[in-house]
């Protein structure tokens, strides 16, 4: 119980505040796989133009949603089993690290020209970097993603930045190893017709909804869109971890 004391309090790589979440699904669009980046990409474009938005980035997954995605990785020079060369991923546009405010410690942000059919790029956080590079500055060295999408092929990366460690899974969990993909290159067999878009806020994120709905209706009045908080989603993690505490602490008490 003690230890539940102290998860909102820990430095969580990230903040919540003034940050609005929205699911975006274009399967009503009616638009293919090849296509779905697209979209998403022009959705992203027109809420950051939103005034009153300060930055909107896409994702794959965000922190503490209930969601997890981890690959197995081949790093030059780093020899283990197979379940010690895994690290966590996220496909992201650029902007997400300003949405989400988690600083970028050496190298730089993706840009739109880490585009479909240049040379992929990374990003990984300090965990990443401690583990597969001995803690060395990252940026310029390569990984590859091992039997990456439907073809199976390894899917070769250049590191272009380090960010700070970030809460992924859990409150509780301590800094995991993390790599970060440009969104934009990702193969078409990963694209789900939903995403996750990250909108920074100026004001309080609710007084944003209408403006973002209008925003995202210009691109394709077909695009359903679902709204929460960040701080919302901290919320259900809190409660999840009280009610394990409380269990813990009943069970422990018998």
């Given at each position: 119980v003690?230890?539940?004391?102290s998860?909102?309090?820990?430095?969580?790589?990230?903040?919540?505040?003034?940050?609005?979440?929205a699911?975006?699904?274009v399967?009503k669009?009616?638009?293919?796989?090849d296509?779905?980046?697209a979209?998403?990409?022009?959705a992203?474009?027109?809420?950051a133009?939103?005034?009153g938005?300060d930055?909107?980035?896409a994702?794959f997954v965000?922190?503490?949603?209930?969601m997890?995605?981890?690959?197995?990785?081949r790093?030059?020079?780093?020899?283990?089993?197979?379940?010690e060369?895994?690290a966590?991923?996220?496909g992201?546009s650029p902007?997400?690290?300003?949405a989400m405010?988690?600083p970028?410690l050496?190298?730089?942000?993706f840009?739109a020209a880490?585009?479909?059919g240049?040379p992929?790029?990374a990003?990984?956080?300090e965990?990443?970097a401690?583990k597969?590079?001995?803690?060395q500055?990252?940026?310029?060295?390569?990984f590859d993603i091992?039997?990456?999408a439907g073809?199976?092929?390894?899917?070769?990366?250049?590191?272009?930045?380090?960010?700070?460690?970030?809460?992924?899974?859990t409150?509780?969990e301590q800094?995991?190893?993390?790599?970060?993909?440009?969104?934009?290159q990702?193969p078409v067999?990963?694209?789900?017709?939903?995403?996750r878009m990250?909108?920074?806020t100026?004001g309080?994120?609710?007084?944003?909804r209408?403006?973002?709905l209008?925003?995202i209706?210009?691109?394709?009045k077909?695009i359903?869109?679902?709204?929460?908080t960040?701080?919302?989603?901290?919320?259900a993690?809190v409660?999840?971890?009280?009610?394990i505490?409380?269990?813990s602490?009943f069970f422990?008490?018998l």
């Amino acid at each position: 119980v003690r230890t539940l004391v102290s998860l909102t309090n820990q430095g969580m790589g990230f903040e919540s505040e003034h940050v609005l979440l929205a699911t975006v699904d274009v399967r009503k669009t009616g638009a293919e796989p090849d296509r779905r980046l697209a979209l998403f990409e022009q959705a992203r474009e027109a809420v950051a133009a939103v005034p009153g938005i300060d930055a909107a980035a896409a994702s794959f997954v965000t922190p503490v949603s209930g969601m997890t995605w981890n690959l197995r990785i081949r790093v030059p020079g780093y020899e283990a089993g197979e379940r010690e060369r895994v690290a966590l991923y996220n496909g992201i546009s650029p902007d997400y690290f300003r949405a989400m405010s988690t600083p970028i410690l050496a190298g730089r942000d993706f840009t739109a020209a880490d585009a479909a059919g240049r040379p992929g790029v990374a990003i990984v956080n300090e965990a990443f970097a401690a583990k597969f590079l001995a803690g060395q500055n990252p940026v310029g060295k390569t990984f590859d993603i091992e039997g990456f999408a439907g073809g199976r092929k390894d899917r070769p990366l250049e590191i272009v930045g380090l960010v700070a460690n970030a809460k992924y899974r859990t409150l509780r969990e301590q800094p995991q190893p993390t790599m970060y993909a440009a969104m934009a290159q990702e193969p078409v067999e990963n694209i789900a017709s939903t995403e996750r878009m990250v909108i920074k806020t100026l004001g309080e994120p609710w007084t944003s909804r209408q403006a973002v709905l209008a925003a995202i209706g210009s691109v394709n009045k077909e695009i359903v869109i679902d709204f929460r908080t960040l701080d919302e989603d901290l919320g259900a993690a809190v409660l999840q971890e009280r009610l394990i505490a409380s269990l813990s602490a009943f069970f422990g008490g018998l």
